[in-house]
């Protein structure tokens, strides 16, 4: 190769009547640095003698000219690519740069595959994912999840969002239930958040009220010193009991019990979450334990005793 200037030539293939041909130009900036452009061109062989690597060509069969910023996307493509290319490989991770956003995004199309069975059975055989790591990334999934509940806390959501919530973070229900149901009628008047497969096979029901639209946990005033649930509390109590009740009536359906996936109904029991105790002193504590120990079927929680229990789930201090 030779060098005219700030051009730079080399043939890349000399034919009888075609002669293809690659050169750089600098082209020089006041306010920024010097580019070099690419051209590739395939050119009608001039007769006689000539210096291909300095020669003007200018009756070109194609050609192409790739300014600086096209010229270097394509050198860093070469050069990361055309190796694993030659011997195959079209996706591959570029173990000197692995957080790179692109790998993310082959590795998000390989946890996507359709068949997903087959994907996890090969992850799980090759050891491929450590179970430190395993058990990172679940932390991590419920921690962005408890963020997210904060988040809704703050915020006045119906019960819609804190259904969608509930449905993707069910573990924060506690251990008492397996998994949330498909099915969520009881009967055509009935229709309840959620119900769940206990741990022991049974069917149980959840239900949630918005911890804002201003439902009252406690009334305003003492009752013989004593504080008392308030009547917006009553009335989800009372719709609580309803859907049990109603569930119960329900057990002995054979379309019912299609309905809900084969899972038996038998004393089925509501946990009701309402409210908010963030900031309820010592003897409202007290309160919410004796009105807790009074229904044998229905466990009331506050948005808080949730809140509280994901934290200590997660080893957090509340």
């Given at each position: 190769m030779s060098?005219?200037?700030?051009?730079?030539?080399?043939?890349?293939?000399?034919?009888?009547?075609?002669?293809?041909?690659?050169?750089?130009?600098?082209?020089?900036?006041?306010?920024?640095?010097?580019?070099?452009?690419?051209?590739?061109?395939?050119?009608?062989?001039?007769?006689?003698?000539?210096?291909?690597?300095?020669?003007?060509?200018?009756?070109?069969?194609?050609?192409l000219t790739l300014d600086g910023e096209e010229f270097t996307n394509l050198v860093s493509f070469i050069q990361e690519n055309y190796e694993a290319f030659k011997h195959g490989v079209k996706a591959y991770l570029p173990l000197d740069n692995p957080y790179d956003i692109s790998v993310a995004q082959q590795i998000k199309q390989f946890l996507t595959e359709n068949d997903k069975s087959e994907m996890l059975d090969f992850l799980l055989e090759n050891q491929i994912v450590p179970e430190e790591l395993e058990?990172?990334?679940?932390?991590?999934?419920?921690?962005?999840?408890?963020?997210?509940?904060?988040?809704?806390?703050?915020?006045?959501?119906?019960?819609?969002?804190w259904q969608q919530w509930f449905e993707s973070n069910s573990?924060?229900?506690?251990?008492?239930?397996?998994?949330?149901?498909?099915?969520?009628?009881?009967?055509?008047?009935?229709?309840?958040?959620?119900?769940?497969?206990?741990?022991?096979?049974?069917?149980?029901?959840?239900?949630?009220?918005?911890?804002?639209?201003?439902?009252q946990f406690w009334q305003?005033?003492?009752?013989?010193?004593?504080?008392?649930?308030?009547?917006?509390?009553?009335?989800?109590?009372?719709?609580?009991?309803?859907?049990?009740?109603?569930?119960?009536?329900?057990?002995?359906?054979?379309?019912?019990?299609?309905?809900?996936?084969?899972?038996?109904?038998?004393?089925?029991?509501?946990t009701l979450i309402y409210g908010r105790s963030c900031d309820w002193n010592a003897d409202q504590q007290e309160a919410f334990r004796i009105l807790n120990s009074s229904y044998h079927n229905l466990s009331i929680m506050t948005f808080d005793h949730v809140l509280e229990r994901a934290n200590r789930v997660l080893g957090k201090n509340c």
């Open positions: 060098r005219v200037k700030d051009q730079k030539f080399t043939v890349l293939r000399d034919k009888k009547t075609v002669i293809t041909r690659a050169g750089f130009w600098k082209i020089p900036h006041n306010s920024s640095p010097d580019e070099v452009y690419l051209k590739i061109g395939r050119y009608k062989k001039p007769q006689g003698f000539f210096d291909p690597e300095t020669v003007d060509l200018n009756e070109p069969k194609s050609e058990v990172g990334l679940a932390h991590a999934r419920r921690t962005r999840a408890i963020d997210e509940y904060n988040l809704l806390l703050e915020s006045d959501h119906t019960e819609n969002k573990w924060v229900l506690g251990s008492d239930f397996v998994r949330i149901l498909d099915e969520r009628t009881i009967d055509t008047k009935n229709i309840s958040d959620f119900l769940m497969e206990s741990y022991d096979g049974f069917l149980d029901i959840v239900e949630i009220k918005r911890p804002e639209g201003g439902l305003n005033n003492l009752d013989h010193g004593n504080y008392v649930p308030h009547s917006d509390l009553i009335k989800a109590i009372t719709q609580a009991s309803k859907y049990i009740h109603e569930v119960e009536r329900e057990a002995d359906s054979i379309k019912f019990f299609q309905r809900v996936g084969g899972i038996k109904t038998i004393k089925p029991r509501c």
